[in-house]
């Protein structure tokens, strides 16, 4: 492969792998939880142009995704109702336009600081405007929200996109421009400068570069991909809800960046497909997926600050000197005990749970095919014992780890 081309390589794999998982995954499930990914990616990598890129962090991020989305469930219904010709591909057009435009309006004020300052007016703009979502009816309409019928616009080729396969296709076409349009942005003058910004805004301003303008041209370009998310969300579920706006969602892809690993352009990726995983999947066999994914933000953050790609780009050193498989047997050797403890800890969690909130004489519960009685302290000693075992086996494991990895990133001969 040509020099040239092997920038291109990353992209062409990308665009291959979202044509062909219809074809794996063709249950009308799995593809709205693909949709319900695609857009997430989006939003997160739009919030990651503020946090990860301009060093903004914002409380209120789901304000631009959800009037897009509102927008665009307007547009649904004109289209229906008022004979408005507007083909359904070029929707998240106008939900990016919509999203931008509030961008703009908000970031002539939030953008003078960054900071704590910046966080706190998001926030409060956040705020303001799901509270306005219950009030102002005509828009948002109020509680019950605003619905709409993406079937009822023209074809486009023959396509009513009447099928989950066709909303899918549609959203991963958007995900690629915006993926390759956000990709190119981070390396303008204009993205090269907002992590200038974000690094040291004085020296910024010594160059003769404005922050407060770096920081609005970030701020205007995440709201126009976040509204293009929002209206994919309003063309996926056909509904839009003060939910899409609240402070809840703000926080999930805050989540999502940090949980992904915000110094990275594909750490969104990687954490927006974690997180609607165990958000849809895991949700189907527990009740406290939540705690779980709580648990999980908390280790990364304490111990993963760089987030999961974080993790994966430090074996980075380790490959490019030869040295990746002296991990191989300390990772096998801490990768049973490991796998023991967390399914130790779930273990404990779920006998708790179940003891403490299921009905009146249920004390039966099954959990990894095994069933037994919640109440009786048995499987909970088990589930503890089993959990110091691993911790036991850990620690033991620990030292010899730590000298294959000093190992592993020694740059010299063998040590």
């Not at 408005?84 to 929707?91: D, I, N, Q, V």
């Not at 805050?254 to 110094?263: M, S, W």
């Not at 009146?360 to 099954?366: A, P, R, V």
């Amino acid at each position: 492969m040509s020099d040239a081309l092997r920038p291109l390589a990353p992209w062409g794999v990308a665009a291959l792998v979202l044509a062909v998982l219809p074809f794996i995954f063709a249950s009308g499930a799995a593809l709205t939880v693909m949709n319900q990914m695609a857009i997430t990616i989006i939003f997160a990598l739009a919030y990651n142009m503020l946090l990860g890129q301009g060093g903004m962090l914002s409380f209120g991020h789901a304000v631009y995704m959800g009037l897009g989305g509102f927008f665009c469930v307007h547009l649904m219904n004109w289209v229906e109702y008022d004979n408005l010709w507007l083909p359904l591909p070029l929707l998240p057009l106008f939900g990016g336009l919509f999203g931008l435009f509030f961008a703009m309006i908000v970031g002539t004020f939030s953008t003078r600081r960054a900071g704590t300052v910046f966080a706190m007016i998001s926030l409060g703009v956040g705020e303001l405007i799901a509270a306005c979502s219950i009030i102002v009816v005509a828009f948002f309409g109020g509680e019950e929200g605003v619905s709409g019928d993406r079937t009822m616009g023209p074809t486009v080729f023959g396509l009513d996109f009447a099928s989950q396969q066709e909303v899918y296709y549609l959203s991963a076409i958007w995900l690629m421009i915006s993926a390759a349009a956000m990709y190119l942005y981070s390396r303008t003058p204009a993205g090269r400068m907002a992590n200038a910004v974000r690094d040291n805004e004085e020296r910024a301003e010594f160059l003769g570069y404005s922050q407060r303008k770096v920081r609005f041209m970030s701020f205007c370009a995440s709201g126009f991909f976040a509204g293009i998310a929002g209206a994919l969300f309003a063309i996926n579920f056909e509904i839009l809800t003060e939910e899409n706006l609240n402070l809840a969602t703000s926080g999930s892809v805050l989540l999502i960046t940090f949980l992904g690993g915000a110094g990275f352009f594909i750490g969104p990726i990687i954490g927006a497909i974690v997180f609607t995983l165990l958000q849809t999947v895991l949700s189907l066999y527990t009740e406290i997926w939540q705690l779980y994914l709580g648990i999980l933000f908390v280790a990364t953050v304490m111990f993963f600050p760089s987030g999961l790609t974080g993790l994966i780009a430090i074996h980075f050193r380790p490959y490019h000197l030869g040295k990746i498989s002296v991990l191989t047997k300390p990772y096998a050797l801490i990768a049973l005990p490991a796998l023991g403890l967390a399914l130790a800890s779930a273990s404990v969690l779920e006998i708790a749970f179940h003891a403490r909130h299921a009905a009146l004489g249920d004390e039966q519960m099954s959990l990894f095919g095994l069933s037994f009685n919640s109440h009786h302290p048995l499987p909970l000693i088990a589930a503890l014992a089993l959990g110091a075992l691993c911790i036991w086996l850990l620690r033991r494991q620990l030292p010899s780890f730590r000298e294959a990895w000093d190992e592993a990133n020694y740059a010299g001969g063998p040590s």
